[in-house]
Structures are given as C-alpha cells and as structure tokens.
C-alpha cells in the first residue's frame, strides 16, 4: 500500500509540474505574441496619421508659397508699373521746357495714375484680408462675396442665409476661415467646373450652424486622388480641423458638387 | 566523489544565482527600486542556500532556515508587486496579505508542523499568492505604448510565475515523497529535486536577461 502510493505522487507531481510549466510557458508565448500584435497595429496607424498631417502641412505651405508669388506678381505688374510709368513723366516734365496748360494737363494725368494706383493698392490688399468682416460682420462680407462674382459676370452666386444671429456670432476666427473656405469652394468651381449657377445656403440644423454650397457644374470623381490634391480640398480640409468642422462632399462626374459644412460648435 | 545530481543541485544552481546578481551590480545605476527589491531577493537566495549548506555539512537540521526564508520571501515578492502594480484594491489586499501571511506562517510552525519538516502548509500558499499577483501584473501591461521585452519587469514577472506555478506541486507534496520513500523511489525523488533546481535556475536566467534589458531608455 505504502509503496503504490510512494509510486503515484512521484508520476503525480511531476505530470502536474510538467503540465503547469508547459501551460505558463504557452500563456507567455502568446501573451508576448499578442502584446506585439498590438503594438504594430498602433505603430501603422500613427504611421498614418502622420504621413496625413505631413501632407496637410506640405499644402499650407505651398499654398502660402503661391500666395506670396501672387501677391509678389501683382504688385510688380500693376503698381510697381504704375509708379515707374508717373516717375517717367515727372522726368519729361521736369526736362522739358513747359507752359502752364502743360503743367496743368500732366498734373491730371498724375492724378489719375495715381488714382490708378491707389484703387490698385486697395484691391490687392482686400484681397489679402477682406475689411468687410471686421468692419460689417460674416454676411457683409458674403455679399461683398457675392457682388465681385457677380460683377465680373459669368457666373450667378446666390446666397440664403436662414442664421443671421448665430452667423453674425460667430468669433473672428471662424468667420475669417469659413470665409476663405467659400473664396476657396468658389475659385474651384469657376477654374474647374464652368458652372453657370453657385448656391450658398447658411442654416441651423440640430442646434448646429450649417453651411450647404452648391454649384452646377461638371462635379469630379470623388475616389480620384488626383483630384484630392490638385483642388485645394488640403486646404480646405486644414481650415476645417482649425474651426472644429466637419463636412461631407457628394460629387460625381456630370452631376454638379454640393458640401455640407456643420460647424461644431455649441452656439 | 559527490553524484551529477548532487552537484548540480547543490552547486551549480546555488552559484547560478551569481549571474543575476552580477548584472544586476554592473547594471547598477539603471535599476529602479522594483528591481533593486529584485537584486535583495536574489542576495536573501544565495544567502539561505549558503546557510543551509554550511548548516547540513554539520549535521545540523536547516528546515527552520526554510520556514524563515518563506517568510523574507514572501516579504519581498509581495513588496515588489506593490511597487509595480497599480489597482488600488490590489495593493490594499497586498497590504493585507504582507500582514497575515507572516503571522500564518509562524502560527504554522509553531502549532501545526514541526519546525523540521517541510512547511507544506504554507509555502504553496505563498506560491499562489505570488502567481496571483503576477498575473495581475500581466493583465496591468496587456496595453504597453512599448516593446514587450524592453520592459525588464516584464522578465522577473516571467521568471516568478515559472518558478512559483512549477514548484507548487513539489512544495505540496514535499513532506510526503520525504516520508514515503524508499530505496526504489530515490531515483524519481532525486529527479523531482532536479525538476526543482532547473526551475531555479531558470528563475535566475530570466531575471539576468531582465537586469540586461536595464539600459536607459
């Protein structure tokens, strides 16, 4: 009796030492296993995220780059000309011997070229940073908006805003970016689209203010990449982080673009 | 001439413990206060194994140096999962436990088993204890922003559990096998005693690798 049971506990404890070794070494492994699972899932969608802030910022700077060569261009082409065309009849008039109709006439002539130059100036600089929203508020800046599209002819902007209080709340900020996301939305529309029709529709839906542009035009295929870059949606897209907006784009080749923009602020 | 077994067991595993140490002590200016808890583990080791040697050259029973010893163990294990460990109720029940363990310890010797025979009572007790902690531990890094195996906690973590799950069943039944042996059965008991030793011994290599992984970050 004593030696049967002397035989079962040695077998006994060492199969249960051998099981429970064999079943720790085996949780380990796939403990360490799942644990580096986990982490190169992280690693790929940080990888992601930041190849996708890189070229979000790779946009900004160009588009800044533009800019700066735009503004650059038209100084130099309208007022940097201007001022070498007046400095030259200044010098013909002080080289050649003139009467006083002549004075008087060159006289107007600077008055308007300087005239000239002044609008010139103004131009370029409402273009740089519209004084109708500081000066007015969001939708005197969206009719200023609309009248320079309309004037040039071409295309007819329409614009609804059913949110004038909240619109006209909005912080500086926010008014100033959602501006040039419509002067972004517009440009696009007249360069690529030729649409004949844009509507801008400014309304409250579930206690958010939301923005619905529409234009008639030739709309593009959404899953094109090419199309994401070339279009300023990048910039479109950053100005949207900065604000805390979020929009949704429904577009398709023949059938017009239309963006819901819903600016995620309690108001 | 002293067997394979004897040597093995009784020497080449007591000095393995030399190796952790020895990293550990070259690693010395990396090493947090969990792992320094670590290193005094491995010193209390070495020095309960020379204790107990010194003590059976002389004939001198050692089983009390191991119920000392279960005590300090625990003491020290117990501390270090206090140290790593973050759950609030966790560390209250360590609190707790790093009381009452002692007392049920010394209770155990003094009332229950001899003091000179194996504490099976207790010391698989403690085992249980300590795999329940490094589980906890395990569960507490299921979601580390690092690589697994630069975290050198997550070695001693491994090394314990090894140890503690495989030598429960050799601490249980370690009074039994002493008493119910004869001549035939020698060979498997010492075998057990091996299992055990290489238990050891891989206790102490996984926590080297873990003193290695030390560098700073």
Known sequence: MQETIGENIFLLIIMCTGGISLLVISFVLLFIRNQNKLLKNRQQVHDGEMAHQKELMGAIIQSQETERKRIGQDLHDEVGGSLSNLRMLINRLDNEETGRQEIENAVDNYKKLIDKIIQNVRNISHNLSPPALALFGFTAALEELSDIINDSGGSFLSITNHAVTVSEQLPYNTAMSLIRILQELISNTLKHAGAKQIGISIFMENGLLTIHYTDNGKGYDKDDINNKRGMGMQNIESRMNMINATYTVQTAPGQGFSMFVIIGQLL | ?217
Request: with cysteine.
């Open chain 2, 1 to 217: 001439m002293p067997s394979v077994n004897y040597i093995y067991t009784a020497v080449i595993v007591p000095t393995g413990v030399l190796i952790p140490i020895g990293i550990a002590a070259y690693q010395r200016k990396y090493i947090n206060k969990a792992l320094r808890i670590i290193w005094y583990y491995l010193l209390l080791d070495g020095a309960a194994n020379i204790l107990a040697s010194t003590l059976a050259e002389f004939n001198i029973h050692n089983l009390p140096v191991l119920h000392i010893y279960t005590i300090i163990e625990f003491l020290m294990l117990s501390y270090f999962y206090l140290l790593v460990l973050n759950d609030k109720t966790t560390r209250v029940i360590i609190k707790c436990l790093m009381v009452l363990f002692p007392v049920f310890c010394i209770v155990n010797f003094l009332f229950f088993q001899s003091i000179n025979h194996f504490n099976t009572n207790t010391r698989p007790v403690e085992a249980l204890i300590v795999m329940a902690c490094s589980l906890a531990y395990f569960a507490q890094t299921n979601d580390n922003s690092i690589k697994w195996s630069l975290n050198p906690v997550n070695w001693m973590n491994i090394g314990i559990l090894l140890y503690f799950s495989g030598a429960l069943f050799i601490f249980s039944f370690s009074n039994m096998v002493v008493s119910h042996m004869s001549k035939k059965y020698q060979a498997i008991n010492i075998l057990m005693w091996n299992i055990h030793a290489t238990l050891v011994l891989a206790m102490y290599l996984l926590f080297a690798v873990g003193f290695s992984k030390c560098r700073k970050r």
